[in-house]
Every structure is written in structure tokens, then in C-alpha cells.
């Protein structure tokens, strides 16, 4: 069996390049959150998980830069949705592995990376997989741990037109159950302003 990748071979991709339509079409990194942005609590817990951190973001650059972390913009202006960011990351990474994560759930697992990199399976990439209940269970499609060998695999999928995130990632990574008691609020996304409010 494998080992898992170390800290050391895993960079950090915090996703924060899209349009925020929901919360008015600010930039959702930046809304704050109990005194701080929203990027600020996602890289607080993202970092101590991983060798290095990047910022994917489309506006507000110099902002997302004052972080001390490394600014990605997208490669396409159309706004792809979040494989494009994934894509910059896998480019941009000086690691053989990135971790993704959204910037609008503040209170993502503490233990996240290890868990995802424990539970590669010999796949290329892991994913978040939760269970509803009754209502079955569903990926969590940013918030993955990938091989930098896809982006070219990443790259070809955005140039056939795929944009869904979650049909590009069952082929590619193995999914890991977030089961514990903890999980059930780690996931939680802030994308309306009574979001914020709560």
C-alpha cells in the first residue's frame, strides 16, 4: 500500500474567483465573516494542513496578495465555474498534490487533507463524500485533494465544454466518507447574506 502524500508534497488552493451572484455579485472572499474575511478563516485552517497556499481569485488581486500567499487568476475570462480555478492551481503548484478548498465554508476540518490523502486508494485524487441520511450521499466537489499530473486531463475536459466539477472528479477520485459528528457543520457554505448574518 502506498503512503500517503506528506504535508510537504501538498499545496493549498483556496477557491475564491467566483462571481458571488447570490450574495449580490460581491467579491464572497472578502465579505466578512465573525470580524475577519471569509479567505482569512478558509486559509486559517487550510495552511497548517499544507506546504504552501494559493489564492484563486478574479478580482480584487492586491487584496487576496496582502494574505502573503500567491494570486491565481483563471485562464479563461468566461467564468467557467470552479474547474478553472482548479486548473490554475494544478498548473501553479510546485507539488506533485493540491488540495482544494472553497473560501466560503469557514469552518472546514482541521483534519481534512489527511484524511483525503489517506483515503487516495491508489486514484489520482480524493474527494469528499457526505452522508445525508435518507437523502443519500453527496460530494463536496471543492473540497478535494488532486494529482498535479491531471491539469492537462483538467484542460481538455474545459475545452470539450465540460463544466461540471463533480462528472469530472468521479473519474479521477476516489470518494472518502466525512461521517463524523464534527463533519455535519464543517461543510456548511456561507452564499446569501443571511448566510453571513447566521
Same mark, same amino acid.
Given at each position: ?30 465579505? #466578512?465573516?465573525?470580524?475577519?474575511? =471569509? *479567505? ?5 485552517? +487550510? !495552511?497548517?494542513?499544507? %506546504? &504552501? @497556499? ?51 465554508? #469557514?469552518?472546514?476540518?482541521?483534519? =481534512? *487533507? ?5 483515503? +487516495? !486508494?491508489?486514484?489520482? %485524487? &480524493? @474527494? ?71
Amino acid at each position: 500500500m502506498t503512503a500517503p502524500p506528506s504535508r510537504a508534497a501538498i499545496t493549498g488552493l483556496v477557491l475564491a474567483g467566483g462571481r458571488g451572484q447570490r450574495l449580490g455579485g460581491v467579491d464572497k472572499g472578502l465579505q #466578512p465573516w465573525r470580524g475577519r474575511a =471569509l *479567505v482569512d478563516h478558509a486559509i486559517e485552517r +487550510l !495552511a497548517p494542513q499544507v %506546504g &504552501a @497556499v494559493l489564492i484563486s481569485a478574479n478580482r480584487n488581486a492586491a487584496d487576496y496578495a496582502s494574505r502573503g500567499a500567491r494570486v491565481l487568476a483563471d485562464a479563461r475570462d468566461d467564468f467557467p465555474g470552479p474547474l478553472a480555478g482548479m486548473l490554475a492551481g494544478l498548473r501553479a503548484a510546485g507539488s506533485p498534490w493540491l488540495a482544494v478548498v472553497p473560501c466560503d465554508a #469557514p469552518c472546514l476540518p482541521i483534519d =481534512l *487533507v489527511e484524511r483525503l490523502a489517506r483515503g +487516495l !486508494a491508489g486514484r489520482d %485524487g &480524493a @474527494v469528499v463524500q457526505r452522508d445525508l441520511g435518507p437523502a443519500g450521499v453527496r460530494l463536496e466537489p471543492v473540497c478535494c485533494l488532486l494529482s498535479t499530473a491531471l491539469a492537462d486531463d483538467l484542460a481538455r475536459y474545459l475545452d470539450d465544454g465540460g463544466r461540471k466539477a463533480e462528472a469530472w472528479l468521479v473519474r479521477h477520485a476516489a470518494p472518502v466518507r466525512f461521517d463524523r459528528p464534527a463533519d455535519a457543520a464543517a461543510f456548511a457554505n456561507i452564499n446569501t447574506p443571511d448566510d453571513l448574518v447566521r
